[in-house]
């Protein structure tokens, strides 16, 4: 019953572009949409792409707790009775209006998935079809897979996974299909982390999670850096949102083991809490804990980093994974080692301070909006008809 109603509301959009098509008149600036899982970045990288004079929009069909900071939110629309279905399909139709530009995560865009984890092949082709710009960005879930990921070494992101084929696209076949199938139609593809070992052929200097320190006059990512001379215990900040895949119960273990032996941390944790809580919950720490199980940070790390905070974090292979590792301060932790340089932090201090001020000077260098629209804009130019029309990997990491 699902694919049926698919093939007449896909039917009818077809028809319905095919008509709108005479219409539609190019304007001075390219019209991109950046659509997907209503994560933080994807409201973010909409932005930092206008400061390249492109029209740039994000766009969500649903929303998290985290934030609803988009330009186009229609998660309202979605809920409503039997119009609900046919949502995607009329901002499908008016999006191919539209925009010339998509910026997509690998897993789903604005049609829903005929196939778990795997993005519409019917709106693929469409876009395709019509000359649209495509691009794909991976974010985590969306590529990784059971077998590859074990075969990066303990520990993984399946390492304490609690539920397979819930969060990531899990299995490897489908992972494959779903991948050549983008590979095939996309303008380009884009990873960074431990994601570009799911995605051969990539270009993998991007860089996207892009913090804007400059909101609210600098205010929200104003760096409160840890004190050297404090004497209270120390603080650690952890905001989990999967506390299997980002080994909270070594954290929490490390923590004991270490009141065990006189050391004093506090271990303070929001879940499920809107942004504004978890920086309120940051500022007030002296360290932040990310994870110590997936191999790559998160996006929690460069907003800890922003506002001056050291970071704690497994890092499976920093000199690849890192734009400039050799100026990245966060600590590369284990569950093996966790407690160990919990304890090196809470004994050194003004080591605390010297990391928090790295970690701000990192993210102004390398990590805000304006850094990234520039080298998005260096990237998209390669795709323009001068730059040969697909964009080439720029660094090719085997599987």
């Known amino acids: 019953m699902k694919r049926l109603a698919h093939r007449v509301l896909f039917a009818l959009v077809r028809i319905s572009i095919a008509l709108l098509r005479p219409l539609a008149a190019p304007g001075p600036r390219v019209r991109s949409l950046w659509v997907g899982d209503p994560v933080l970045v994807l409201a973010t990288n909409a932005r930092a792409e206008r400061l390249n004079d492109v029209a740039a929009d994000s766009l969500v069909f649903t929303t998290y707790f985290v934030t609803d900071a988009f330009d186009y939110d229609l998660s309202r629309w979605t809920r409503l009775p039997v119009l609900g279905k046919s949502v995607r399909y009329l901002a499908l139709v008016w999006a191919a209006h539209r925009y010339?530009?998509?910026?997509?995560?690998?897993?789903?865009?604005?049609?829903?998935?005929?196939?778990?984890?795997?993005?519409?092949?019917?709106?693929?082709d469409l876009l395709f079809r019509l000359g649209k710009e495509i691009y794909f960005w991976a974010y985590g879930g969306d590529v990784r897979s059971q077998e590859r990921t074990r075969s990066l070494g303990h520990w993984n992101c399946c390492s304490e996974c609690p539920s397979p084929g819930s969060i990531c696209v899990c299995e490897d076949d489908r992972a494959d299909r779903n991948y050549q199938r983008v590979f095939s139609r996309a303008t380009a593809v884009f990873s960074m982390g431990d994601m570009i070992h799911y995605t051969?052929?990539?270009?993998?200097?991007?860089?996207?999670?892009?913090?804007?320190?400059?909101?609210?006059?600098?205010?929200?990512?104003?760096?409160?850096?840890?004190?050297?001379?404090?004497?209270?215990?120390?603080?650690?900040?952890?905001?989990?949102?999967?506390?299997?895949?980002?080994?909270?119960?070594?954290?929490?273990?490390?923590?004991?083991?270490?009141?065990?032996?006189?050391?004093?941390?506090?271990?303070e944790m929001v879940e499920g809490r809107p942004n504004d809580e978890v920086l309120e919950l940051f500022r007030r720490a002296d360290v932040v804990f990310d994870q110590c199980l997936i191999g790559f940070h998160g996006y929690t790390a460069h907003e800890a980093m922003a506002l001056g905070k050291p970071v704690l974090c497994f890092l499976r292979h920093p000199e690849l994974y890192l734009l400039a590792p050799t100026e990245c301060p966060i600590v590369n932790v284990t569950p093996q080692t966790l407690a160990g340089e919990i304890a090196a932090l809470a004994a050194d201090r003004p080591r605390l301070r010297r990391l928090g001020e790295a970690g701000r000077r990192y993210i102004e260098r390398y990590h805000t909006p304006k850094q990234f629209a520039r080298r998005l804009g260096a990237a998209l130019e390669q795709c323009s008809p001068a730059g040969g029309g697909r964009m080439k990997p720029l660094r090719v990491i085997p599987r």
């Open 200 to 267: 051969p052929g990539s270009q993998n200097e991007l860089y996207y999670w892009p913090v804007p320190i400059d909101t609210a006059a600098g205010e929200r990512y104003r760096p409160v850096f840890p004190d050297a001379d404090a004497e209270a215990p120390l603080r650690i900040a952890h905001a989990p949102n999967q506390r299997r895949f980002k080994g909270t119960r070594f954290l929490e273990a490390a923590v004991e083991s270490l009141a065990e032996r006189g050391v004093e941390v506090v271990l």
């Open 100 to 124: 010339q530009r998509f910026h997509f995560f690998y897993n789903r865009g604005l049609l829903p998935q005929l196939e778990r984890g795997c993005f519409n092949p019917d709106e693929l």
